[in-house]
């Protein structure tokens, strides 16, 4: 079975366990994302076309990275003029696989096991907890900074 999607303004082939590259979409590395304008279903003896987009397939992806892709210039000349301008583009990527085609409706796959939330939860309190010690340092290592002004100059009246 595959499927002929729509995202980003470009079509792609999908089948089961396939890893591709969209632009950018708005979702963390691990999370479900579906597809809703799919355009084509191909089931061993029965093709599917849409108008332009079939009303209840789905196809369901899982998010593996974000990721810039390769550069591309964009060169400008204007010819006995002396007018050259060159820039360069990295567009921003997406790396998903797909996890399930489903040509009847919203057979919705549930998230990741909730250890993985747990772990996400527990990075968050570490990076807060950083976050407090370094801010208990700045303002020690001010207070030190206060007390060695105080120091010199009393020893400088001296």
Do not use: C, N
Request: hydrophobic share 30%.
């Amino acid at each position: 079975m595959f499927a002929v999607i729509k995202t980003g303004g470009k079509q792609y082939r999908v089948k089961v366990g396939d890893v591709l590259s969209v632009e950018k979409l708005e979702a963390e590395k691990g999370q479900l994302v579906h597809f809703d304008q799919v355009l084509l279903l191909e089931d061993d003896s029965q093709i599917q076309v849409g108008t332009p987009y079939l009303e209840k397939a789905r196809v369901a992806a899982e998010v593996l990275d974000d990721y810039k892709g390769g550069k591309v210039i964009v060169f400008k000349k204007k010819r006995r003029k002396g007018y050259r301008r060159k820039k360069g583009h990295r567009q921003l990527m997406t790396k998903v696989r797909i996890s399930g085609i489903y040509p009847e409706g919203p057979a919705v796959e549930t998230e990741k096991p909730a250890a993985e939330a747990a772990q996400k939860k527990a990075r968050k309190k570490e990076t807060t907890a950083r976050a407090a010690k370094t801010a208990a340092k700045k303002e020690s290592g001010t207070a030190r900074k206060a007390t060695k002004k105080e120091t010199t100059t009393k020893s400088k009246e001296k």
